[in-house]
């Protein structure tokens, strides 16, 4: 689908996207918003998903716990809709930004995947560091939003 990886140079300097995607086919993808510049999720893409996110302009991810891919926000309503997609140097990561609005991304009903700190200092007893929320409320309710569907994440 994409141009065969052959050298250094063109995978580095090269302005041909060459992805080099895992042993299992994926590629990590890092996703922020393009208003507020807050990481929303982390994610991986396979080599269907990067080109359906491409050629649709809205997100799509390959979900290792269904083995399937997901059009992000389907379900939800809060679609992800790219405003831009880099690569990094060596082309085995992608960096997506987002447009979603007033919605959210995280599958637990908060905007961001990442809503909880965690504190930084000496670790005293690793079982009981206690994070703090970023985030006080959910933009949705999971249990209304996806009932009868599997948990999204694998435990």
């Given at each position: 689908?994409?141009?065969?990886?052959?050298n250094?140079?063109?995978?580095?300097?090269?302005?041909?996207?060459s992805?080099?995607?895992?042993n299992?086919?994926?590629?990590?993808?890092?996703?922020?918003?393009?208003q507020?510049?807050?990481?929303?999720?982390?994610?991986y893409?396979?080599v269907?998903?990067?080109?359906?996110?491409?050629?649709?302009?809205?997100?799509?991810?390959?979900?290792?716990?269904?083995?399937?891919?997901?059009?992000?926000?389907?379900t939800?309503?809060?679609?992800?809709?790219?405003?831009?997609?880099?690569?990094?140097?060596?082309?085995?990561s992608?960096?997506?930004?987002?447009?979603?609005g007033?919605?959210?991304?995280?599958?637990v009903?908060?905007?961001?995947?990442?809503?909880?700190?965690i504190?930084?200092?000496?670790?005293?007893?690793?079982?009981?560091?206690?994070?703090?929320?970023?985030?006080?409320?959910?933009?949705?309710?999971p249990?209304?939003?996806?009932k009868?569907?599997p948990n999204p994440?694998?435990?």
């Amino acid at each position: 689908m994409f141009k065969k990886r052959e050298n250094v140079v063109e995978i580095e300097e090269g302005n041909l996207l060459s992805p080099k995607f895992d042993n299992d086919g994926l590629i990590p993808v890092i996703t922020m918003c393009s208003q507020t510049k807050e990481i929303l999720m982390h994610g991986y893409m396979n080599v269907e998903a990067l080109k359906k996110t491409i050629e649709t302009k809205e997100a799509h991810y390959y979900s290792r716990s269904r083995q399937s891919i997901w059009h992000k926000g389907k379900t939800s309503g809060f679609v992800q809709k790219v405003t831009e997609i880099k690569i990094d140097d060596d082309q085995d990561s992608i960096w997506l930004t987002v447009d979603i609005g007033n919605g959210a991304s995280c599958h637990v009903g908060y905007r961001s995947c990442f809503y909880r700190s965690i504190p930084l200092g000496p670790i005293e007893n690793g079982r009981e560091v206690e994070m703090k929320f970023t985030e006080k409320e959910k933009k949705f309710d999971p249990e209304k939003v996806y009932k009868g569907q599997p948990n999204p994440t694998k435990i």
